[in-house]
């Protein structure tokens, strides 16, 4: 029976709302120990969200006829990223949940446009790199688009434009790009990938989505930036995640076309059915203005200026962090990060013991497998809040690399089990294997570096199974 949804409704909001804050007593949270999930600008930035977005919680941007004001908060924003990102006059944009939809919807619009502008393609492809964010794998799925992957330096952590060469094909429409990606902090070789672009009349979308905002905050401050914007030849869409490095709440990016003739092929309207006819920009319908109100108040409450100097500060501590891990034997950083995002790998000893060394040591840390040229490692992203403990984090960083165990996979018995598991099969049911893990009630035990052994150990195809049926576990 629910426990919340009783017969009697209950008038003392007070209570609900007290309820409802004491749910996330178990949360993560932003204390600055965190080194993932948090992108957190403070106080000062966050009440004025708090109202902003309470302030747009009534409108609905499926309209913008009928809500005017949806339409001049899209446009203000979509315009200061435009410019953010030196677009030419008659670029465009729209603004979208996420990154996840920005990354779909570019996908999206380089089929339609495939479908319209080049209709000799009969079985699209896009060139990915593995280190593109999984949003373009979901893409492709979703939208019965093939994809193929392109190989990464394994020093530089790019994506190799020779490899992305000879997989261009006739059927390519789309050629992706990270600036930079999410694991390592690297930009890809988007000048040339331009050039190819270019050369072959194929689309180049350079996914911004964690670092668009802040790359052109790091050129301002004199970092050394690789050129990655509309200002290089060849790229024709971007996305960029304001609920990320923006530090607006979250449910909000940008998708950026240099033409209104991508821009259109993204869209989609609807005048089939008995109801109101359909044009929307993006996959949603209805569509929340508060998340827009929010970023809207805090790009006047930051400006410019305010926004280069929480880059500055997460860049010297970014900095600290890199030069930290250099004077740690045994580990090492994944590559060269233009921005604070850290791979931190260490050769042949185990990563995920390091990792949870970590969390008993009070940090909220990332382990990540290995894939392709990148090896396991831990991923740390730098915010404002935790730029202030990164010495703190390095002194336990180095005690916890002393001595730590050899690497190795888990017993090949185990893993043959799990990818018959994972084929449904092996003879155990989920409940049962996640209990054996000592998962209950959707929490990870203290100590999770086994089950990160074995997912690494796993392959990725029996990696993604298991994850469905975790996750199936977990909701009602
Ligand atoms: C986070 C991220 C995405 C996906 O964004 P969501 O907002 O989580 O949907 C896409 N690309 C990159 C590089 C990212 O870091």
Same mark, same amino acid.
């Given at each position: 029976?629910?426990?919340?949804?009783?017969?009697?409704?209950?008038?003392?909001?007070?209570?609900?709302?007290?309820?409802?804050?004491?749910?996330?007593?178990?949360?993560?949270?932003?204390?600055?120990?965190?080194?993932?999930?948090?992108?957190?600008?403070?106080?000062?930035?966050?009440?004025?969200?708090?109202?902003?977005?309470?302030?747009?919680?009534?409108?609905?941007?499926?309209?913008?006829?009928?809500?005017?004001?949806?339409?001049?908060?899209?446009?203000?924003?979509?315009?200061?990223?435009?410019?953010?990102?030196?677009?030419?006059?008659?670029?465009?944009?729209?603004?979208?949940?996420?990154?996840?939809?920005?990354?779909?919807?570019?996908?999206?619009?380089?089929?339609?446009?495939?479908?319209?502008?080049?209709?000799?393609?009969?079985?699209?492809?896009?060139?990915?790199?593995?280190?593109?964010?999984?949003?373009?794998?979901?893409?492709?799925?979703?939208?019965?688009?093939?994809?193929?992957?392109?190989?990464?330096?394994?020093?530089?952590?790019?994506?190799?434009?020779?490899?992305?060469?000879?997989?261009?094909?006739?059927?390519?429409?789309?050629?992706?790009?990270?600036?930079?990606?999410?694991?390592?902090?690297?930009?890809?070789?988007?000048?040339?990938?331009?050039?190819?672009?270019?050369?072959?009349?194929?689309?180049?979308?350079?996914?911004?989505?964690?670092?668009?905002?802040?790359?052109?905050?790091?050129?301002?401050?004199?970092?050394?930036?690789?050129?990655?914007?509309?200002?290089?030849?060849?790229?024709?869409?971007?996305?960029?995640?304001?609920?990320?490095?923006?530090?607006?709440?979250?449910?909000?990016?940008?998708?950026?076309?240099?033409?209104?003739?991508?821009?259109?092929?993204?869209?989609?309207?609807?005048?089939?059915?008995?109801?109101?006819?359909?044009?929307?920009?993006?996959?949603?319908?209805?569509?929340?203005?508060?998340?827009?109100?929010?970023?809207?108040? +805090?790009?006047?409450?930051? %400006? =410019? #200026?305010?926004?280069? /100097? !929480?880059?500055?500060?997460?860049?010297? @501590?970014?900095?600290?962090?890199?030069?930290?891990?250099?004077?740690?034997?045994?580990?090492?950083?994944?590559?060269?990060?233009?921005?604070?995002? +850290?791979?931190?790998?260490? %050769? =042949? #000893?185990?990563?995920? /013991? !390091?990792?949870?060394?970590?969390?008993? @040591?009070?940090?909220?840390?990332?382990?990540?497998?290995?894939?392709?040229?990148?090896?396991?490692?831990?991923?740390?992203?730098?915010?404002?809040?935790?730029?202030?403990?990164?010495?703190?984090?390095?002194?336990?960083?180095?005690?916890?690399?002393?001595?730590?165990?050899?690497?190795?996979?888990?017993?090949?018995?185990?893993?043959?089990?799990?990818?018959?598991?994972?084929?449904?099969?092996?003879?155990?049911?989920?409940?049962?294997?996640?209990?054996?893990?000592?998962?209950?009630?959707?929490?990870?035990?203290?100590?999770?570096?086994?089950?990160?052994?074995?997912?690494?150990?796993?392959?990725?195809?029996?990696?993604?199974?298991?994850?469905?049926?975790?996750?199936?576990?977990?909701?009602?």
């Amino acid at each position: 029976m629910s426990t919340f949804f009783l017969e009697q409704g209950n008038s003392n909001d007070e209570e609900i709302l007290e309820r409802l804050a004491s749910l996330k007593s178990d949360d993560l949270s932003s204390d600055g120990h965190a080194f993932a999930f948090i992108y957190d600008a403070g106080d000062s930035v966050n009440n004025l969200a708090r109202k902003a977005f309470a302030s747009g919680m009534t409108g609905n941007g499926l309209d913008p006829t009928v809500y005017p004001s949806a339409r001049r908060l899209e446009n203000d924003l979509v315009g200061a990223c435009l410019e953010h990102l030196r677009a030419p006059d008659d670029a465009c944009g729209t603004i979208t949940s996420g990154g996840t939809e920005s990354v779909i919807l570019s996908v999206k619009a380089a089929r339609d446009y495939a479908r319209q502008y080049r209709p000799e393609v009969s079985d699209p492809n896009i060139l990915v790199p593995e280190t593109a964010h999984a949003s373009f794998h979901k893409a492709a799925h979703y939208l019965g688009v093939r994809l193929i992957l392109v190989d990464i330096d394994p020093t530089t952590m790019r994506a190799s434009v020779e490899d992305t060469k000879s997989k261009l094909d006739d059927n390519t429409i789309l050629i992706v790009a990270s600036a930079p990606s999410y694991a390592h902090g690297v930009i890809d070789p988007i000048v040339e990938l331009g050039q190819l672009a270019q050369d072959k009349g194929v689309l180049l979308h350079v996914d911004a989505c964690i670092g668009g905002w802040v790359l052109p905050f790091q050129r301002d401050n004199g970092v050394a930036i690789p050129d990655f914007d509309f200002q290089v030849p060849g790229v024709t869409s971007m996305s960029v995640d304001l609920h990320k490095y923006g530090f607006t709440p979250k449910g909000i990016s940008v998708l950026l076309s240099r033409s209104r003739k991508l821009r259109d092929c993204q869209y989609y309207s609807c005048a089939r059915w008995s109801g109101y006819s359909i044009v929307n920009p993006s996959i949603l319908g209805s569509k929340s203005i508060a998340p827009m109100a929010a970023a809207w108040a +805090i790009f006047q409450h930051l %400006g =410019k #200026s305010g926004y280069r /100097e !929480l880059v500055g500060s997460m860049w010297t @501590a970014t900095e600290k962090f890199v030069e930290g891990v250099s004077q740690i034997e045994g580990i090492k950083v994944l590559g060269k990060p233009t921005m604070g995002l +850290i791979a931190v790998a260490c %050769g =042949k #000893s185990d990563v995920f /013991e !390091l990792a949870d060394r970590l969390t008993e @040591a009070g940090w909220h840390v990332q382990p990540t497998y290995a894939f392709g040229n990148s090896p396991a490692h831990i991923h740390f992203s730098i915010d404002p809040g935790n730029s202030s403990r990164v010495d703190a984090f390095l002194v336990d960083l180095a005690a916890a690399s002393k001595n730590l165990p050899e690497y190795s996979d888990a017993p090949e018995a185990l893993v043959q089990l799990l990818e018959a598991v994972a084929q449904g099969g092996g003879g155990l049911d989920t409940s049962t294997m996640m209990a054996e893990f000592g998962i209950r009630d959707g929490k990870l035990p203290d100590k999770q570096a086994t089950i990160h052994r074995l997912l690494n150990s796993c392959s990725p195809q029996a990696r993604e199974k298991l994850l469905i049926l975790f996750l199936g576990e977990m909701f009602s």
